[in-house]
């Protein structure tokens, strides 16, 4: 995959909000997704947002700006969020930046603790 | 650097113009290349991670009106050491130091985590970074293919 490639799919239902990520998030991606999750939240006004990062092939640290973003939106909005299912390669970035202080990282993928 | 001593086997030379769209041909074209190595799936990863921060941060940073070209080279060594030098002839940065600090940003208002720096070093085994106000900046790169499982 020479381009960055990107998307997403959506479940919403009582109050709870998945967006599952696929591709690539670096800062070309990052621009977009921003625009949409905010649009998606703000639609949706989730009690807690699912972002599930089972399908990120490559994340660098646009990624990590734009969960922090998100979980900074979603605590103005009252609400809560989650990452789950980040691979490993995904994961060592989510922990070389101490995301876990922020929210839960649920269902890691290919973790060898 | 026993740089002379390793024995260069093989080079690539990129350039290319600072639009975010070129993140992902950079990284993807130094991978191709790094895999003559033969590293594993976390060391590619690292080393495209790497390569995606330096090249983000001439992007956003070296050439914030978009204008300019991004100059990349790839060298392979004998000992399997892979070295990514990646120049820009942007703005350069005026305290080198404070900027490779983790979560130093420039940007207020925006969503950028600071963190660029930290996972080029973090993820590479040697980072150098040489800068210029108004001449550019260098970011030098060194990983060491199968030394990653030995140290985990």
Redesign the interface.
């Known amino acids: 995959?020479?381009?960055?490639d990107y998307g997403y799919e959506i479940r919403a239902r009582d109050r709870l909000l998945c967006v599952y990520l696929y591709g690539?998030i670096?800062?070309?991606s990052?621009?977009g997704l921003?625009e949409d999750l905010d649009a998606l939240i703000l639609r949706e006004r989730p009690k807690r947002l699912v972002l599930d990062l089972s399908r990120i092939e490559?994340m660098?640290?646009?990624g990590?700006?734009?969960l922090?973003?998100r979980y900074r939106l979603m605590c103005d909005l009252g609400g809560e969020m989650a990452v789950e299912k980040p691979n490993?390669?995904v994961m060592?970035?989510l922990r070389?930046?101490g995301m876990e202080r922020f929210f839960e990282i649920g269902g890691r993928r290919g973790e060898r603790e | 650097m026993k740089r002379k001593q390793r024995g260069e086997i093989n080079r690539l030379n990129l350039c290319l113009p600072a639009k975010s769209v070129n993140e992902g041909v950079a990284r993807a074209a130094v991978a191709i290349f790094c895999a003559q190595h033969d590293p594993s799936a976390t060391e590619l990863a690292d080393i495209k991670c790497a390569v995606s921060e330096a090249v983000t941060n001439c992007i956003v940073h070296a050439y914030p009106h978009g204008e300019g070209e991004i100059y990349i080279t790839v060298v392979l060594y004998a000992d399997k050491t892979v070295r990514v030098v990646i120049k820009d002839h942007g703005c350069g940065i005026s305290d080198v130091a404070r900027a490779r600090e983790p979560l130093y940003t420039t940007d207020a208002v925006g969503e950028r985590s600071g963190m660029g720096f930290t996972v080029m070093e973090n993820f590479m085994d040697r980072l150098v970074v040489r800068s210029r106000v108004g001449k550019g900046t260098v970011v030098a790169m060194t990983k060491r293919i199968g030394a990653c499982a030995a140290k985990e």
């Open positions: 995959m020479i381009h960055t690539e670096d800062h070309h990052a621009v921003r490559f660098d640290s646009a990590l700006g734009l922090m973003g490993e390669r060592k970035i070389l930046a």
